[in-house]
C-alpha cells in the first residue's frame, strides 16, 4: 500500500520529465547511436552498399595531416577564446557592478552581440574585415597612412581574427555571468576587509577571486565547450580557408558530410566527442583541485 501510494504522488513528476526526456533520447541519444554505429562502416554517396570496415575510418583520420590541424586550430580557438573573454569581461563585470551613472545602459550594450546570431555576426565582421575597397576597417587603416590588412585571408593572422570576433560577440554573456555571482557576495567582507586595511587589489584577490569560483567554473568550461563546438563562424568568415589554415574538427566532419562520405563524417564526430569530453574531464578536474585550495 506504501508502495503504491509513494508510485502515485511520484507519478506527476515522472510525466513532466518524459518530454525532455524523449527530445534528448530522440535527438541526442539515438543520434549518437547510429554515428557511432556507422563510424565502423564503409558508407558512401558513390556506392549503394554499407559496408563494415572495422577501424579502417579512424585510421584514415589519423594519417589525415589536416584533422592535426583541424584539431590543433579548435583547441586554439577553444581556450584562447575563453582566456581573452574572461580577462575582458571579469574586470568590466567588476567595474559595472559598482554603483557608477548609466551601469544598466552599459551592460545591454555589452550583451547585445550574444542576442544576435553568430552567422549574422560572422557575416557582418566579414564585410568589415574585407581587404577590398567597401571593408570599413581597412579604410579606416589607409586613411591613417597604413597598408591594408588581409584579416580573413592571410594564413598567419586569419585563425586571431576569428576568435577576435567571437570574443566580442561572447563576452558580454560571461559578463554577464561574473555580474550575477558579484551581487550575492556579502558586502559586510569588503568592509570588514577595509577595516583590517586590506587595499583594493587585495579584496579583488581574497575576496572577489574566491567569491566567483563558481562563475568562473561554469564560464570556462561551458565556454571551452562552445568554442570546440566552432562552426557556424567558420562558415560564415573563410569557411575554412585560406588553405585549410582555419579548419577546426566540425567544419572539416562537415566537408566530409558535404562529399557524400558519410562514414568517414561519422568517425570525425566521435573524434570530436572525445576531444570534447577529455578537455572538460581535464578542466573540471582542475577546477575542484582550485576550490578544494579555496576551501
Known sequence: MKKAYKMKNGAPYVIMVLPALLVFVTFFILPLIFTAKYSFYSWTNFSQEITFNGLENYRKIFDDPILAKGIKNTLIFAFVTVTVQSLISLPVS??????????????????????????????????????????FINQVFTGMGFEKVNFLGNAQIALFAIITISVWQWFGWSMVIYLGSLQSISEELYEAASVDGANGLQKFWHITIPGLAPAIKINFVTSTISGLKIFDLILATTNGGPAHQTETILSLMFSKFSDGNYGYASAFGMVFLLVSMLVAAVMLGVFKKWEDRLG
Open 94 to 135: 567588476v567595474f559595472l557592478n559598482s554603483k557608477i551613472k548609466g551601469s544598466n545602459i552599459y551592460r545591454a550594450i555589452y550583451f547585445a552581440p550574444a542576442v544576435l546570431s553568430t552567422l549574422v555576426v560572422g557575416y557582418l565582421w566579414k564585410y568589415l574585415m574585407s581587404s577590398s575597397d567597401y571593408g
